[in-house]
């Protein structure tokens, strides 16, 4: 049995009017997930609205959380919260949580988001970890891409589980822009990134873990990319909340 296909559509800090939740959660709703997993990253002030309002086996992923759970902690979410909702993932380590494009928020380690991920799974629920590279890493080449992407991965060595963890590789150099890395650029650096898996963790790990590509995925380039044998699925941004995302979707199942 090959790896099951997963796609994820980040709202990021989106959409301005909650009027327009009812039209994207429409959108998510007539996608055709029997073949592919689906789940979606609502802002934080707009989870509570849509959690439960997916029909068709979509899931709902917040876009970060604390690792402490409930308590005096001001502006975080905890998983206690999510997992009484009946959440089933989290995203964590999302470039732009990492400190990418200028925001002047505090970047976020690679140990920090272990720790967090560890909470989450012990608390029963699935992390989407986002991992990658910057354009300057990016120019030096294949070898200088992985060995950045692996400061990212080895904090995660000892809990990285296929059933339990999926990794979103984001070519930070093509979020937002426009810009998709090739499809032989992407092929090229999930295989690195599985082949690192393989002789670092186990080879029955690398062979089931999905790894998602994560840069300007959108309906025209998604067929394409969706054909890489290391590429199981997309984390779509700004494209998640157009009606072309059922076609990423069905790109990949």
């Given at each position: 049995?090959?790896?099951?296909?997963?796609?994820?559509?980040?709202?990021?800090?989106?959409?301005?009017?909650?009027?327009?939740?009812?039209?994207?959660?429409?959108?998510?709703?007539?996608?055709?997930?029997?073949?592919?997993?689906?789940?979606?990253?609502?802002?934080?002030?707009?989870?509570?609205?849509?959690?439960?309002?997916?029909?068709?086996?979509?899931c709902v992923a917040?876009?970060?959380?604390?690792?402490?759970?409930?308590?005096?902690?001001?502006?975080?979410?905890?998983?206690?919260?999510?997992?009484?909702?009946?959440?089933?993932?989290?995203?964590?380590?999302?470039?732009?949580?990492?400190?990418?494009?200028?925001?002047?928020?505090?970047?976020?380690?690679?140990?920090?988001?272990?720790?967090?991920?560890?909470?989450?799974?012990?608390?029963?629920?699935?992390?989407?970890?986002?991992?990658?590279?910057?354009?300057?890493?990016?120019?030096?080449?294949?070898?200088?891409?992985?060995?950045?992407?692996?400061?990212?991965?080895?904090?995660?060595?000892?809990?990285?589980?296929?059933?339990?963890?999926?990794?979103?590789?984001?070519?930070?150099?093509?979020?937002?822009?426009?810009?998709?890395?090739?499809?032989?650029?992407?092929?090229?650096?999930?295989?690195?990134?599985?082949?690192?898996?393989?002789?670092?963790?186990?080879?029955?790990?690398?062979?089931?873990?999905?790894?998602?590509?994560?840069?300007?995925?959108?309906?025209?380039?998604?067929?394409?990319l969706s054909a890489?044998?290391?590429?199981?699925?997309?984390?779509?941004?700004?494209?998640?909340?157009?009606?072309?995302?059922?076609?990423?979707?069905?790109?990949?199942?």
């Open positions: 049995m090959g790896r099951r296909p997963i796609v994820g559509g980040n709202w990021k800090c989106n959409p301005a009017e909650i009027s327009k939740l009812d039209g994207l959660v429409a959108n998510i709703n007539a996608c055709d997930t029997s073949g592919c997993d689906v789940y979606v990253c609502p802002s934080p002030l707009h989870v509570g609205l849509v959690y439960n309002k997916f029909t068709n086996g979509a917040p876009q970060n959380c604390n690792f402490k759970g409930c308590g005096a902690y001001t502006g975080e979410m905890a998983v206690d919260q999510m997992v009484d909702m009946g959440m089933k993932w989290c995203l964590i380590g999302h470039s732009e949580r990492r400190g990418e494009f200028g925001l002047p928020t505090p970047v976020e380690s690679s140990e920090l988001l272990a720790t967090k991920c560890k909470y989450i799974l012990e608390k029963g629920m699935k992390c989407i970890y986002a991992i990658g590279e910057p354009l300057p890493i990016r120019e030096k080449g294949i070898d200088a891409v992985l060995a950045y992407c692996v400061e990212q991965l080895t904090p995660f060595k000892d809990i990285l589980d296929p059933e339990t963890v999926v990794l979103a590789y984001e070519p930070v150099w093509s979020i937002g822009t426009g810009v998709t890395a090739t499809p032989e650029q992407a092929q090229e650096t999930h295989a690195a990134i599985r082949k690192w898996i393989s002789e670092n963790v186990s080879p029955k790990c690398a062979e089931g873990i999905r790894i998602q590509y994560g840069g300007s995925a959108n309906a025209k380039n998604a067929p394409e890489c044998a290391d590429v199981d699925g997309f984390l779509v941004g700004g494209a998640s909340l157009k009606p072309e995302f059922d076609v990423d979707v069905s790109a990949k199942s």
